[in-house]
């Protein structure tokens, strides 16, 4: 059996980041757009609360127009459930 030219310690730490990684994604929910504030808006959740959020990276890199009334995706921060980031328009 060939050798990796990293050494075992690589994988495990590659193994850790990535689960660390799924636990940092949060909750993915949906909701509508309620108001915009330059980079911020008010989502209100399909479950009931108002969250404020931001454009994903990705939504803004494709330069995608968020306008009210739009139907979005989001992740909620795990440390603070009244933030998030909008993952997607629906």
């Not at 850790?16 to 008010?42: P, S, W």
């Amino acid at each position: 059996m060939a050798k990796s030219p990293f050494g075992m310690s690589a994988l495990k730490t590659s193994i850790k980041r990535n689960d660390r990684q799924e636990q940092m994604k949060g909750v993915e929910t949906t909701g509508t757009v309620i108001a915009v504030h330059r980079n911020r808006y008010d989502v209100r959740l399909d479950v009931g609360p108002i969250v404020s959020a931001t454009e994903s990276g990705r939504l803004r890199k494709a330069r995608v127009w968020l306008t009210l009334g739009d139907a979005v995706q989001l992740q909620l921060c795990m440390y603070d459930p009244t933030q998030g980031r909008i993952t997607r328009r629906l």
